[in-house]
């Protein structure tokens, strides 16, 4: 009960609007019409302490998941801001833009860099990877190939290896399409 009244006078000292520095912040409200204290989202969180949320501010052009469950169980997903609304979550998480049309025809030449991508703090996600403005095409089918084409990828780009990596099949060629890079083993 002292962490739910610690962590509210803390949001309260701190405007959203000021907190609020990334473009991308998920802002939930302890009341409706964007009222009461406020909790400012940039990334994926889990476990969190219950928060009631009666109002939210979705950035324009993202997804958002609130779920009532610690580890993302229980997620309903909001891509528009809600002045009124009664929820109790537990843990919230961005969702990836889908792949856009323009990336899904990248077989026939260079896209404009990579997809976006989500660091935290031990990992960054990686959607459409791309290498000198052209997607990572991986020779093959077998899991092998695509896991050494998305490990390679992250040393690249500063991290030891991929733990996680899906494929996209594009008018017969196959790419990187989801890459999960991290510094420590699996």
Same mark, same amino acid.
């Given at each position: ?32 019409? @964007? ?36 580890? @993302? ?51 960054? @996600? ?26 390679? @990828? ?33």
């Amino acid at each position: 009960m002292l962490r739910k009244v610690i962590l509210a006078a803390i949001a309260v000292a701190l405007p959203a609007s000021a907190a609020a520095q990334d473009e991308g912040a998920l802002i939930l409200y302890s009341k409706g019409h @964007f009222q009461g204290f406020s909790q400012v989202i940039n990334g994926p969180r889990s476990n969190m302490s219950p928060l009631e949320v009666k109002s939210m501010k979705v950035p324009p052009g993202t997804t958002w998941d609130l779920c009532s469950g610690n580890t @993302f169980s229980g997620c309903a997903r909001f891509s528009a801001s809600k002045e009124a609304m009664a929820r109790t979550v537990r843990s919230v998480r961005p969702v990836a833009p889908a792949i856009p049309e323009s990336a899904q025809g990248a077989a026939q030449g260079p896209i404009a860099g990579s997809g976006p991508s989500l660091r935290g703090l031990a990992s960054q @996600f990686f959607v459409v990877p791309a290498q000198d403005g052209n997607r990572i095409e991986v020779a093959g089918t077998a899991a092998g190939a695509a896991s050494s084409a998305a490990t390679e @990828f992250c040393r690249v780009h500063g991290w030891r290896m991929s733990v996680y990596e899906r494929v996209q099949t594009v008018s017969g060629r196959t790419f990187l399409a989801d890459v999960l890079c991290v510094n420590e083993d699996r």
